[in-house]
């Protein structure tokens, strides 16, 4: 679960990182009143940005720079009205604005293949980190966190020593770093992103100026499977901003996510619904997701799952596998005819069901003329061949 920016600042800010302050304002008169507080506090300008939950919102024109309450609010209310990577903006978040002297990348990531957590720095702050990795993979600096003993602090000071973050600001770096690897196992998070971590110049209250290390921007996206553990986590859900086919397969109990092939695929069991990917692509095809409708799923939830399949404009051909045990096979039968009676868009399906009730389930599936198949196999192949022959 992806969450927008001021949530992850403040689950930054609960393991001690310095984030500057901010507020979130959902109208352009409301921005107007945060701008006036930061300015009235003795801020030159305030930045304005939109909350949605992809990056590169500064490429796309959804962070700003004001220099008065007016303009706060004209800024706030662009932005607002801006759609980016088609999410709609609906709040925006106010902040002084940084003096910034220099901006680097710092993130932690859950690598499944070391199965630890990996901090990554790089002194090219500000871009997005897959470009980085693209063109100068060189600049990306890694380091594996203990999973008792958590990051040393001499491999934390190795990669401020890397990025050339090791004089002055070592310390705070360390410190952050620390606070990342925190950030990761307090909220059980996937990814947890500062980017731009930035050291910018703030008055010292003498007439001068010193320089500070702080999160300017946060991404943390948290593990699905974890949230149980953290009832206040789920809270922070943007439901406006999510996939409207994850929302309702969530609600309906349905594992679902979407790949990017054509074949749909309906399946009980995970085991099952990842065989039936394997076969897909070992017949020549290319699953358009994967989709677990549970065990003992009635006809309303096939008929759910196969709405959540067709809503896919790249789908042209659709497999359901079934296999019953506790599932019945009729009562997926009966959710298939009543889901094709209602969908608008014809897309060849190739059903095959085996186990509890599969004969009156083939009684069914005959009489309202579905193509089935005997086999794993052949159910796979013909599906491939049916996306094929509607591609031709
Ligand atoms: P993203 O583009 O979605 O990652 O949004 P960011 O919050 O990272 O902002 C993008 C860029 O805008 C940053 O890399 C900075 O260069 C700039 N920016 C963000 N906040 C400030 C600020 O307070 N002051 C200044 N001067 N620039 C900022
Ligand atoms: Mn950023």
Redesign the pocket.
């Known amino acids: 679960m992806k969450i927008q920016e001021a949530d992850a600042k403040s689950l930054l800010v609960d393991q001690g990182l310095p984030v500057p302050a901010w507020e979130v304002a959902r109208t352009p008169a409301e921005a107007r009143t945060a701008a006036e507080r930061f300015l009235a506090a003795g801020a030159d300008r305030v930045?304005v940005?939109a909350q949605v939950l992809v990056?590169?919102?500064?490429?796309a024109g959804?962070?700003k720079?004001a220099g008065s309450a007016d303009e706060a609010e004209r800024v706030a209310r662009e932005i607002l009205a801006l759609t980016i990577k088609d999410l709609p903006v609906r709040k925006v978040l106010v902040?002084a604005?940084?003096?910034?002297v220099k901006?680097f990348y710092l993130g932690a990531i859950l690598d499944r293949a070391s199965r630890r957590i990996v901090v990554m720095a790089s002194s090219e702050g500000?871009v997005e980190i897959e470009e980085v990795a693209r063109v100068d993979p060189g600049a990306i600096h890694r380091v594996e966190a203990h999973p008792l003993l958590g990051l040393p602090d001499w491999q934390a000071r190795g990669l401020a020593f890397a990025i050339g973050l090791g004089g002055v600001h070592l310390r705070a770096f360390v410190s952050i770093a620390h606070g990342l690897v925190a950030t990761m196992v307090a909220d059980d998070a996937d990814l947890v992103e500062v980017?731009?971590l930035a050291i910018v110049r703030e008055p010292d209250g003498n007439g001068g100026a010193a320089e500070h290390l702080v999160c300017?921007?946060a991404k943390i996206t948290l593990d699905d499977s974890a949230l149980p553990r953290h009832p206040e986590l789920e809270a922070l859900r943007d439901l406006d901003s999510e996939d409207p086919a994850d929302a309702e397969a969530r609600a309906q109990g349905i594992s679902f996510i979407r790949l990017d092939g054509s074949i749909g695929c309906m399946v009980n069991g995970a085991g099952l619904a990842m065989t039936t990917m394997d076969l897909v692509k070992r017949a020549g095809g290319e699953p358009a997701n994967f989709l677990d409708i549970g065990g003992g799923a009635r006809a309303d939830k096939v008929a759910a799952a196969m709405r959540l399949i067709l809503a896919d404009p790249k789908v042209r051909a659709i497999l359901v596998n079934i296999f019953g045990g506790i599932t019945r096979g009729d009562e997926v039968a009966r959710g298939l005819v009543e889901a094709r009676s209602v969908q608008d868009r014809d897309v060849p399906m190739v059903v095959r069901i085996v186990g509890t009730n599969a004969e009156e389930a083939g009684r069914l599936l005959t009489e309202a003329r579905f193509e089935t198949a005997a086999s794993l196999d052949q159910a796979a192949a013909k599906a491939v061949a049916a996306a094929r022959a509607v591609e031709a």
């Open positions: 930045v940005k990056g590169g919102r500064g490429k959804g962070v720079l902040a604005a940084a003096d910034i901006e500000g980017n731009p300017l921007d």
